[in-house]
């Protein structure tokens, strides 16, 4: 779902590319599946074993152990406390803590304020809060036992993060970037009417919300949102009475994604906070410049339009997005301008390419490295 599950679909595929070595990926689940629960029943995810909690932790060892799976290296996707259910069968393999989305105090207050117009104080689905400080006393253990962790991000402006996030001090980030698939060479024949796309899941921390609005003030521009919504009732946001110029798309893959991806002219992002977002990236690789209400990594205000902060519901944030997507649109040769060095950006930082010569660095420099005290 989400970020997490695009970099695990990533993950599994440039582990096809790897030529030097062969690298095999299994998934591990930190909650077990309800459609599976008792069933026995194997999973795969992305061609991979899909491994999952049956809460029998030594029948579950043997059984990876039986099928001589057991992990050389564990790369956790950021960290949840259900991750050491698997974490703890197999010590001896160093950890890559892989920082994604690290929200920091100031963040989940901020995050606090959201709220889905027309619920009044309903609490929005999905935005919970997420306690990460456990990590620190695993890393104490681990250090204590001789165990090795490394922590790894994409960006610099997530490493800042850490330690007031997960309430521990990494020795040394390693970077570590998305692992891109290569996007074909522009350019890139976008429609020939204005077209903004939302690239995401349609959940409360995202804010879709604001979009219809948008669309209402700008009736010559047609909205596309990809993505679904994982909750439903009070708490989750449920499109109606959407204007005519706002086409839902759902849950897209491959070339069609990629292509109505390229064809669109700028990419809208209303969400109360994100890491850094994969779909910046994947919008960035196919000439989209981006307009939004947050700017990780200084993306948004260098490859298009930052707007500026805005809590709660968003909706305050209408006329600043207006602006900023009519001044683009009205310009050609400004947009052109932020397409290309926002294609080179992306394509020069986040790759397969690149991710697989970093991890391999990573790995050697596992089997090196010094355990703190």
């Known amino acids: 779902m989400g970020g997490f599950g695009m970099l695990s679909k990533q993950i599994a595929e440039a582990a096809l590319l790897a ?54 290296i564990f790369l956790t996707i950021d960290y949840r406390s259900n991750y050491e259910y698997f974490l703890s069968m197999f010590t001896k393999a160093p950890m890559v803590m892989w920082v994604q989305d690290p929200k920091t105090p100031e963040d989940w207050d901020r ?12 609490k929005p689905k999905g935005l919970e809060y997420i306690d990460c400080t ?43 970037c998305y692992p891109m698939e290569p ?29 219809p609005e948008i669309a209402r003030r700008m009736p010559d521009v047609t909205f596309r949102l990809f993505g679904k919504s994982h909750f439903t009732g009070p708490g989750a946001w449920e499109p109606d009475n959407l204007p005519p110029n706002v086409e839902m798309l759902g849950h897209t893959e491959g070339a069609e994604k990629h292509e ?38 200084g993306v948004a205000e260098r490859f298009g339009r930052y707007v500026g902060e805005f809590r709660g519901d968003g909706m305050q944030s209408v006329d600043a997005f207006v602006t ?13 301008r932020l397409a290309e060095a926002g294609r080179a950006w992306a394509n020069e930082t986040h790759s397969a390419k690149g991710f697989l010569t970093a991890f391999n660095n990573l790995l050697e420099h596992a089997d090196s490295m010094d355990v703190p005290a």
């Open 134 to 176: 456990p990590l620190a006393e695993l890393v104490k253990q681990r250090r204590q036992k001789g165990l090795k962790t490394i922590f790894a991000a994409p960006s610099p402006f997530l490493e800042a993060k850490i330690e007031s996030t997960y309430g521990c001090r990494a020795d040394e980030v390693v970077s570590l």
């Open 111 to 122: 995050i606090a304020t959201c709220r889905i117009p027309g619920q009044g104080d309903v």
């Open 260 to 297: 109505m991806i390229a064809s669109s002219w700028l990419h809208l992002n209303c969400a109360i906070h994100e890491g850094l977002p994969i779909a910046f990236v994947e919008g960035l690789q196919r000439d989209v410049p981006i307009v939004s209400c947050v700017n990780p990594e």
């Open 19 to 72: 030529t030097d070595k062969r690298l095999d990926v299994d998934m591990y689940w930190g909650e077990a599946p309800e459609h599976v629960v008792g069933s026995g029943k194997k999973l795969s995810v992305y061609g991979r074993p899909l491994r999952y909690p049956t809460w029998n932790w030594r029948r579950d060892k043997l059984s990876i152990l039986t099928k001589l799976a057991t992990p050389d």
């Open 183 to 211: 996007a074909p060479e522009g350019p890139y024949v976008k429609s020939e009417k204005p077209t903004v796309m939302f690239l995401g899941r349609l959940d409360a921390q995202k804010r879709p919300w604001i979009i």
């Open 324 to 336: 900023a997507l009519r001044e683009l649109i009205d310009n050609h040769d400004e947009r052109q």
